[in-house]
């Protein structure tokens, strides 16, 4: 029984790494170009804020500075139980707040909109107060939604990748995986994930952002309910939205806890519906959205190949040793191969070890989480 029990578990984590690979590789292909479209689409823009005075000011500065028209665009901060400056650092902007209710930016974002629904020819966009933006940001989402798109993704950058070690490895890790697991998702027409921020959605799928489920990770949520609705989701690979990473470790450890927790819960809630549409559509989008809710993180799983390559050197019921350590290389390295197709500049290349640790350390984390029962603010200067 042992040995069938090891078999079975050591099949699973190759079957699983090289199923990553195996789609991961059609994101090496570029994106095809999406067409232009009417400039003339409502955009509401709605920035959740729960004390962040400090840093809201730039991403308004970059709102002001897009090239789509600035009569179709309505900029609402939507300041959520602020003890700081945030309503007086908006400024001259639409401000709304709201002083009580339940944590988390999925719970405020559905409070707004049953105060205040859109129009029925109105686009939103949610973006994070430390976001920073391009100037083409509103026309990238805005081209995607008017080519049929029900929501739309922009690429989640790093806007503080030289702050510390821990953001240098944040942004490899986010360079990486825009590549191997957003692009190569879109490229498939499979749904790519959704960042929480920098996303879109048209008026065929805002009602997502009306209903208030308590998940941790309502971007990961929203996800499932789009894809059982048969809703097309667009990754833009060439649309940017800079997002502050977390330089302290305590504050990054507690943010993937979050993560973690929530990527779970989601996952036991609509696992069985996911795998039932697959079967009614016959298509494997919804089995894929299944694997990437359930299954750990890159990281987790290149740790327990290394933790069985180092068993299977003592143990000779395991796989042979050399076999776990191919395993162990092809994944570690597998990342660089998208970094170099992204030309991420090779300053940050030759830091590709920090990454490394970086997996390593979430290792823990992936066990704290499962203590996480609220929202964590991540703060941000």
């Known amino acids: 029984m042992l040995r069938i029990l090891l ?22 292909r570029d994106q095809a170009a999406i067409r232009r479209g009417t400039r003339r689409r409502l955009l509401r823009i709605v920035i959740p804020a729960h004390n962040e005075g400090a840093v809201i000011g730039r991403l308004l500065a970059d709102l002001a500075d897009q090239d ?35 944590d988390g930016k999925g719970a405020a974002l559905a409070w707004y909109l049953e105060h205040w629904p859109l129009a029925i020819d109105e686009s939103i966009v949610v973006l994070d107060a430390d976001n920073r933006l391009d100037e083409t940001f509103l026309t990238g989402v805005a081209d995607a939604l008017d080519n049929g798109f029900d929501a739309a993704q922009a690429y989640v950058d ?73 809703r097309r989701i667009a990754w833009l690979h060439g649309v940017r939205v800079y997002d502050q990473k977390p330089a302290s470790m305590g504050v990054a ?33 919804p089995v894929d959205v299944v694997i990437r809710q359930s299954q750990p993180g890159r990281s987790f799983m290149v740790g327990v190949s290394g933790i069985l390559a180092v068993a299977a050197w003592f143990w000779d019921q ?36 920090l990454l490394v640790v970086f997996g390593l350390l979430w290792l823990p984390v992936r066990f704290m989480s499962a203590r996480v029962r609220g929202w964590y603010h991540t703060p941000h200067d």
């Open 253 to 285: 450890m507690r943010q993937r806890a979050r993560w973690m927790s929530g990527k779970r819960s989601v996952a036991r809630t609509y696992r069985s519906k996911l795998l039932r549409e697959a079967v009614r559509k016959r298509s494997w989008g």
């Open 318 to 353: 395991l796989w042979p040793w050399w076999v776990w350590a191919i395993i162990v290389i092809v994944q570690i390295a597998a990342p660089l191969l998208f970094l170099m197709r992204d030309r991420v500049p090779g300053r940050y290349l030759w830091r590709y070890p």
């Open 68 to 102: 789509y028209p600035a009569q179709h665009v309505r900029v609402v901060v939507l300041a959520d139980r602020c003890t700081d400056d945030t309503v007086a650092a908006a400024g001259s902007i639409e401000v709304v707040e709201r002083t009580d209710g339940a």
């Open 158 to 230: 790093t806007s503080n990748p030289d702050a510390s070690w821990l953001t240098t490895a944040s942004a490899l890790s986010y360079w990486a995986s825009n590549r191997m697991v957003q692009l190569a998702r879109h490229n498939l027409g499979w749904a790519p994930d959704l960042g929480g921020t920098g996303t879109a959605f048209a008026p065929t799928a805002s009602w997502v952002l009306e209903y208030e489920s308590g998940a941790l990770t309502e971007d990961s949520e929203q996800v499932a309910r789009l894809v059982l609705s048969d």
């Open 7 to 28: 078999l079975v578990s050591q099949a699973l984590v190759v079957v699983l790494a090289g199923y990553n690979l195996v789609v991961a590789a059609w994101g090496l």
